[in-house]
């Protein structure tokens, strides 16, 4: 209603020509109702925190005429820092001005009208006066200010000439001198504004003929604004003996504007990576040890507009997203940097150039640029005026191998200087290692601020969903369904990470899909997958059609059939290049022929097939299923070709593995296999795993009961059956001798007269089903159940089922919950069992299904510490009421309880044979205690203030302690004796360890810092500082070649033991960081802290790889499971 009033008052009136309106911020021209124009020039008096986030600061010039105004718009670019041109301000958002005519009424006071009176058309073309007109004393207009431009660049191109500016007339009349004498004149005409042909015609009859009829040979020359003018328009121009040229091509620059447009209009209408479907992408960079992150696109646009050279390499494996990333940046720069123009080379399509401004001609000419002046090219690149975007370096030549991968590089980026704008990207595998293209670029990357190395990750599962609702046009339902659809297939879930890999399987019909899932339809995982390798290994093959000579599809899938089954057999994770490429050569030996060394063929292999490169630059497959797959469709082939296959009898299958077998060999051709190899007494234990596996494939698939038609009396002697479920199986009079049947499900299972000596059926559950007959001697049944099992009564006297729970024989246990307030975990070796000590009780807990086993009652404190014994059989504990206590976890009973300390003992350790105990206590002593009775050995006196933490060298020779006196202590266990006084900490030592192999023991202290010294002699070897608090827990990795410490200071530290320089800072924690623990591989660190949470540590690249929440307090022990898998 106000804008209606407002109108009523003003516009209807005619009472103002123009509006200036300060809150709106869009930069754009509006009309009221009557016609009054308003323009929006946002408000300069609002807080910067107030402002809308996509208008920065900006300001317009408003130049009024008594026929229009023009408005000039400037916005502040963060990123560049410096005011540039707001394109947004004109009709066609490519120009920071605006002209607008419009009948202003009322305005010849302050306009006077022009002096009609004057010269003839002739006089005023040529002779006439003029400055003395109030038209031109008037504000010049866009037409005069173009002309102004014209004739400056001109008088550039021509230093000595005499300029005259013909402005009623449209031309500059240029009178250049001559080197012999005399004089030369041209009209330089000028079309504000797009070539036409009438304004060519126009100017050819009237300007250039009046200089042609005083000079024949006259050059006549015709600036226009816009994009280069067609060809047959430049053609007309010729004709009439004018020379046209856009602006640009007159400043002595390449005028690329019909290729911008061709470029825009093509990325507009790309349906291979169209702009809908881009989702923002997590990237690292080489060396920064900033960990991973997201928003490329806005970081390149910051790199890019710095003002020196701007390189930046992007690498990433196939399919990770290089080429959308670079048509995304392609479809932003314009905006953000309206001064740089874009321009997107693919170099698959171009032939090999020493310099970036050759390979840049070569795109230009394929896209019908025809006037290309080197000269004029190279000053465009070093001018930084082009963002030169390569895509695909690792296509531009294929004949290399990974020695001289980087050479060529090197080579094409010496033409980087000036301001050159340079993104380019390559696959990872194209080089060597990273590091390779580093050492490539020298001291580039060193002296450049601005230019960087980065690698593109795998989606994160919440850019598949974001991916999968762009797909589906914001459909979050849907994307969501899709999404838990491929979580049930499989690893397609896992294959989806990649984004090339998704696109392809989310394009896939929900139907089949869900055939695949209820393994019905006439497509099976098998299947599935088939499609997905022939998929990628077609385009890979596509990709490199041009040169010489290809390797096709067929070959790759041969090269990587040979390389799967290799790592099968040797069960490593990766291959090494030089394996790699031996490899290849003899699987594809007609490659020789080609021209083809044994490194060019791993090169084209390992950067063109199922391939990635690892940190270490080792190879290995993309994902582990794809191998599976490899491996089952040549044990498929094989049987096929003779009926049986040697692959399957090397290591375990996994259960995708066994349905990719099963379904390409055949379910009767399988079921087959399966039985001849469980009834051969030669089968090794792998094989006969496998062929039961097999075998319930097959039959499940068919609809059978696997229980059904297995025949008894099977030789499955040293058969890995852990967590299978047996129920019903006809196992009767089975040679199971040294079986692995632990946590099996044994529901109605008959073993009766089955051979069962030194099986391992720790964890098992039998309900009904027979054991008579059976044979037990030196079986194992801890922690196993029997429930209303025939036979039980008979065998139960033997000693092998005294572990095993009984219904009938053995009385159930109460077992009272503590209070939840856990202190210290611990696995057991085998990773069977986890202790974890919470207030006065220990629970005893099954790792595999998390169920409480035993709750050990007995000490009347809270439990400070518990550890196994290195054989597993016993447990320790340490607690506040003054006492440590030996433990029998199967059955939960004490062993024995150690008395004689005079104060809380705070920690406890097995020597590494568990023949001995020590245990630290507040009365400032240690004790060596025999591991089997419980009898004191000795008493360790020396420390003068609480001992916090004891720990044994690896060999058992020497015992370290930690104590509150500012000391820590090596001592001799054999006779009690301290070796060595280890001072230098300026306050009280919390932990110490050992390396895994003895040479070096690490101590942490309150003064916030860690030191590493040499047990042999005492010797202080180097101080690690960098902690702002003091230092909780100190560990090595498996292999000793890192430290990792926890400090009250939130953070954990990675050090180098050897140098004591510190690796990596992992921050994250809002409170103290309490203790810390290596993975078995030492890939990963666990962190417990203060805040309540668990953090897990992905140590290649120093990024959290996961915040385990859920605690209610503190969390005050960490520990990874033997085998890595839990935490």
Known sequence: RDADDLDRVMGETRLVNLLLHGHTHDAKLHRLPSGLMVLSTGSAAVDAAARPAEVPNQYQLVAVRRDGFTRYA??????????????????????????RSAELADVDAAFPPPDRTGGTKADTAEGGKSGDTPADRAPPGSREEFLDRVAEATQVRCPGATITRRPEAGYLRVTQPLPGGGTEQWPVGVIDGPATQSAIDAFAETVHALFVSRDPSVRSELVHGGPAAPGELVARARKHGVRLRSFGEYQGLLDLTRLAEAQRERLANDRIYPAQLYVPQRYRIVSSGDGIRTGLIEQAIQWLSADDARLVIVLGDFGRGKTSFLRQLTRTLPAELPDVLPILVELRSLEKAPALDELLAQHLVRHGVEDINPAKLRYMIESGRVALLFDGFDELEFRVGYDNAADYLQ?????????????????TQHFRSAEQVRTALGERLETRTASRVVVLEDFSEQQI???????????????????????????????????????????????????????????????????????????????????????????????????????????????????????????????????????????????????????DGAFTFVHQSLMEWLVAAAAADDLSASGSTQILATRRMSRLMVAFFTDLAGHRAARRWAARTLADQGASHTAKQNALAIRDRADTAEGRDPAEGLPGHQDLTGVDLRSQDLTGRNLRGANLVRADLRGTRLRGTDLSGADLRYADLTGARMVGGSLRGAVLTG??????????????????????????????????????????????????????????????????????????????????????????????????????DGTARIWDPATGTTRTTLHGHEGTVWDVAFSPDGTLLATASSDKTVRIWDGDSGTTRMTLRGHTGIVWSVAFSPDGDLLATASRDGTARIWDPATGTTRTILSGHQGPVRDVAFSPDGTLLATAADDGTVRIWDPATGAARTTLQGHDSGVQS????????????????????IWDPATGTTRTILSGHAGWARDAAFSPGGDLLATAAADGTARIWDLTTGTVRTTLPGHTGGVYSVAFSPGGDLL
């Open 74 to 99: 400037r916005q502040y670019s963060v990123g560049q820092r410096r005011w540039i041109g707001d394109t947004r301000v004109s009709r066609t958002g490519s120009d920071w001005r605006d002209e």
């Open 411 to 427: 080579v094409l980026l010496e033409s980087v200087t000036g301001g050159a704008k340079v993104i380019l990207t390559s696959r």
């Open 465 to 615: 969903l974001h991916f999968l609702s762009n797909l589906y046009g914001g459909d979050h339902a849907r994307a969501g369904a899709r999404f838990d659809l491929l979580g049930d297939i499989g690893n397609l879930l896992e294959l989806a990470h990649n984004p090339r890999m998704l696109a392809f399987i989310a394009a896939l019909d929900d139907e089949r899909l869900r055939a695949v899932q209820g393994e019905a339809g006439h497509i099976s995982a098998a299947g599935l997958y088939r499609e997905i390798i022939e998929f990628w290994l077609a385009g890979e093959t596509a990709r490199k059609q041009h040169g010489l000579p290809p390797i096709d599809e067929r070959e790759r899938l041969s090269a990587c059939t040979a390389l799967a089954l290799r790592l099968w057999a040797s069960r490593d994770l990766t291959i090494a290049l030089n394996d790699l490429s031996a490899e290849v050569s003899a699987t594809l030996t007609g490659l020789s022929e080609r021209g083809y060394s044994d490194d060019e063929a791993g090169h084209s292999i390992a950067s063109g097939s199922l391939l990635v490169r690892t940190e």
């Open 779 to 880: 079986s194992r049944w801890d922690r196993a159940a029997l429930l209303g099992t025939e036979g039980a009564d008979e065998t139960a006297t033997s000693a092998a089922l005294d572990a095993a729970a009984i219904a009938g024989r053995d009385t159930a246990d109460v077992m009272l919950q503590p209070p939840t307030f856990p202190r210290s975990v611990a696995y057991s070796p085998d990773g069977s069992l986890l202790a974890v000590a919470s207030h006065h009780a220990v629970e005893v807990i099954d790792a595999a299904d998390v169920r409480v086993l035993r709750i050990l009652h007995g000490h009347t404190g809270s439990v400070q510490g518990a550890v196994f014994s290195p054989s597993g059989t016993l447990l320790a504990t340490a607690a506040e």
């Open 1034 to 1053: 100190v560990a090595f990795s498996p292999d000793g070649a890192l430290l990792a410490t926890a400090a009250r200071d939130g953070t954990a530290r």
